[in-house]
């Protein structure tokens, strides 16, 4: 179902953009709301007529992309939001309101599907990168600051960013860093199998011990027992002792 957005919605698309979106997701959350409207060709035909005198006033060269960037470098937007205590915001800044503030501010149109990032949703100070034409870049600095109030400091910002994570995540980040440190700075940088293939290389480059050379004497004294045993074994019955002899063939005789 075609619908066009009345408001930026993250993953879906720009307001004013036409997109198509499921039907049950249009009739149960996006019309509701009035956070998008029925995609007529009334209403398309008019959409595409504001956005090509919008595309007028963007830059159509490279030498005016560089003025207006260096209008841009000058400028910084604001934007008070209402905001929870630990920062975060109620809703968010989204491309379409940062480019309308530049309109408001400094009268120059920027692409919204240019600007280089998806929403803010937190106090403080930003950077927005944004692409006027090829090769023609710019940083907008934008402040975020809770409606009816003024911006805290740094290290307050920090603080209230670390409350809204909590303590779990918090001492989580803690334990990870101290388990970091306790790592030996060696088996940190080695990489894994370094330490294996050192030991392998180390054994196969250390020579072997020397092994003495056998005495020809010794070996052939050693060996001079054994044949004389083998020599023994060898002897059929009775070639030595007669008397053994006949021990062993009286006990043969009949009865």
């Known amino acids: 179902m075609e619908v066009i957005l009345l408001n930026d919605i993250e993953k879906i698309g720009l307001r004013g953009e036409v997109v198509n979106v499921a ?11 009035r956070l998008a409207e029925i995609a007529t060709p009334a209403k398309v035909a008019e959409l595409q007529k504001r956005e090509s005198q919008r595309a007028r006033h963007e830059a159509r060269s490279f030498d005016q992309a560089k003025e207006m960037a260096e209008t841009l470098e000058r400028t910084e937007l604001r934007f008070d939001v209402k905001a929870g205590p630990t920062g975060s915001l109620f809703g968010s800044v989204t491309p379409t309101d940062i480019a309308d503030e530049i309109w408001r501010v400094s009268k120059i149109r920027v692409d919204r599907r240019k600007i280089g990032i998806d929403t803010i949703k937190r106090i403080g100070r930003h950077e927005v990168p944004i692409e006027l034409f090829q090769d023609v ?3 907008v600095k934008a402040t975020v600051v809770p409606e009816g109030g003024e911006l805290p400091s740094e290290e307050e910002l920090t603080a209230m960013e670390a409350a809204e994570r909590g303590p779990e995540a918090e001492a989580a980040e ?3 860093d101290g388990d970091l440190a306790a790592v030996p700075a060696d088996e940190a940088t080695a990489a894994p199998g370094t330490e294996a293939a050192s030991s ?7 020579p072997e011990p020397d092994r003495p050379e056998p005495d ?3 070996v052939e004294a050693a060996a001079e027992p054994e044949s004389e045993a083998a020599t023994g074994s060898a002897s059929p ?4 002792d007669p008397e053994t002899a006949g021990a062993t063939t009286s ?5």
């Open 137 to 139: 870049d710019v940083v």
């Open 23 to 33: 039907r049950g997701y249009a009739r149960n959350f996006l019309l509701p709301r």
């Open 251 to 255: 006990g043969t005789e009949p009865a």
């Open 174 to 176: 803690q334990q990870a």
């Open 237 to 240: 019955a009775g070639d030595g």
């Open 216 to 218: 020809p004497n010794a």
């Open 200 to 206: 392998d290389e180390a054994m196969a480059a250390a």
